[in-house]
């Protein structure tokens, strides 16, 4: 079994394309009838598909895993219990999950890297949907203590009421686009037509 592309992904931080890696390799694999259930690297491709934010193809690779396999491989559970936890929307134990479990050095890189991910998208989903919120709130989404998630809050530029013990959030600036009217338009026309001739 040629795992080299998966290596390949894997080294070059190439994080987004290993679900789908993993899917083609082993579609290919089992198209030659060579067994592979205990050798194929389940974590990395449930890992994979949480990366890629597909928790379908993760869930369905879920249950297709071989019951031993579950039993054996310990790794293999911590990667669906992220799964788990995205799925049920439950942010502190995604980020719980990450730190609870001693990656192996294939998947550490993988996991830090959708630690990070993760972090940065629900601090943009907390910008687009909130206007205030607490630090113990902040803390909770962004898998972080109080006082690191003020001082992350603080550097993109939100405020922090200490009586309140609450994070105003600083929206970003939208920039709107100009509209010419029909007129204006027209006038143009008629301007550069006028220098053409």
């Known amino acids: 079994m040629d795992l080299s592309e998966l290596q390949d992904a894997l080294a070059s931080k190439s994080f987004g394309k290993i679900g789908e890696i993993c899917d083609n390799l082993m579609l290919q694999v089992a198209s030659t009838g060579i067994s592979f259930q205990q ?3 389940y974590s990395i491709h449930l890992l994979g598909h949480v990366y890629a934010n597909d ?3 993760a869930r369905f690779l879920w ?3 071989p019951s031993g396999v579950k039993e ?6 911590a990667a669906w219990k992220i799964g788990q936890c995205l799925w049920n929307r439950d942010y502190a134990g995604v980020h719980a999950s990450i730190r609870g479990f001693d ?6 890189g993988l996991v830090t890297a959708f630690g990070e991910s993760y972090a940065k998208r629900n601090f943009q989903l907390l910008v687009s949907a909130y206007s205030t919120i607490s630090v113990a709130d902040t803390a909770l989404f962004l898998g972080m ?4 998630a003020t001082s992350y809050a603080l550097q993109h530029g939100w405020t922090w009421d200490s009586t309140a013990r609450m994070l105003a959030i600083q929206k970003p600036k ?3 686009e100009q509209k010419l009217d029909s007129s204006k338009l027209q006038s143009l026309v008629e301007y550069v037509f006028h ?3």
């Open 55 to 57: 928790l379908n193809s």
């Open 145 to 148: 203590s109080e006082d690191d």
């Open 72 to 77: 054996s491989r310990a790794e293999v559970v």
């Open 174 to 176: 939208t920039v709107s």
């Open 103 to 108: 990656w192996s050095p294939e998947a550490v």
């Open 63 to 65: 249950k297709s895993i």
């Open 39 to 41: 050798d194929w690297p």
């Open 195 to 197: 220098l053409e001739h």
